[in-house]
């Protein structure tokens, strides 16, 4: 979890599973849709990810979250600089989940496969 300030107050921020189920059932797309898709996204859909970002990361920290997507589109009218710095820890979140599936994956392979006990 990472936290962002945007007009001196400090939001918690988590691209984490609960974040793209939200995001999923907002938009109706795959996680593999918003990986194809994380260089070309629209305006709205930006919004919903910022947003679920924040409830995700208010569940994380055990803060209540109330804000709303008008709540979000008025914070970032405040500071224009907040989508930027949210998408790339979005990209950052994206990069460290990638890199944690690789390395599960690669402890997999590693791995001798399961010998069956020998009858003697």
Request: proline share 4%; glycine share 4%.
């Amino acid at each position: 979890m990472q936290e962002i300030t945007i007009n001196n107050t400090v939001y918690p921020l988590h691209f984490s599973f609960a974040a793209f189920h939200n995001f999923g059932q907002l938009t109706g797309l795959s996680l593999q849709q918003l990986e194809n898709m994380a260089e070309s996204m629209s305006f709205d859909h930006v919004l919903k990810l910022i947003w679920c970002g924040l409830k995700a990361g208010a569940r994380k920290a055990g803060r209540e979250f109330t804000l709303t997507e008008e709540d979000v589109i008025n914070l970032l009218d405040d500071d224009p600089t907040a989508m930027a710095t949210i998408m790339k820890i979005f990209e950052q979140s994206q990069a460290q989940i990638e890199q944690e599936v690789k390395a599960r994956e690669g402890n997999k392979e590693k791995k001798p496969p399961a010998s069956s006990p020998t009858r003697e």
